[in-house]
Nanobody, 124 residues
Framework: QVQLRESGGGLVQTGDSLRLSCAASGRTFNRADMGWFRRAPGKEREFVAC????????YYADSVKGRFAISRGNANVALYLQMNSLKPEDTAVYYCAVRVNSGRYDSTESYGAWGQGTQVTVSS
């Protein structure tokens, strides 16, 4: 069973950068596709980015394309999300997850082993 824990969130200003990390424990996370999602206040959880287990592919939500970069980590940190040029609308709790089925790459239904999330707040 994979357990995930996000870190790296914080309070920043518009235009700043943050790097989120997703620590993983458990078996074979390095052979799984993984993704980042976020939930803004009053909204549903939404897709941010995903990456193939070998870094074979990456996909991004249109809202973050060109500003965010997802990458695989190593033994202790499974996943990163580099966030640049942050905007107030990026304010949300960010979650990492493991893809558990072959459904849509941008659907929460395709992922499991959700972490607890890390808060990102961007002030204007």
């Amino acid at each position: 069973q994979v357990q995930l824990r996000e870190s790296g969130g914080g309070l920043v200003q518009t235009g700043d950068s943050l790097r989120l990390s997703c620590a993983a424990s458990g078996r074979t996370f390095n052979r799984a596709d993984m993704g980042w999602f976020r939930r803004a206040p009053g909204k549903e959880r939404e897709f941010v980015a995903c990456i193939g287990y070998g870094g074979s592919y990456t996909y991004y939500a249109d809202s973050v394309k060109g500003r965010f970069a997802i990458s695989r980590g190593n033994a202790n940190v499974a996943l990163y999300l580099q966030m640049n040029s942050l905007k107030p609308e990026d304010t949300a709790v960010y979650y990492c997850a493991v893809r558990v089925n072959s459904g849509r790459y941008d659907s929460t239904e395709s992922y499991g082993a959700w972490g607890q999330g890390t808060q990102v707040t961007v002030s204007s």
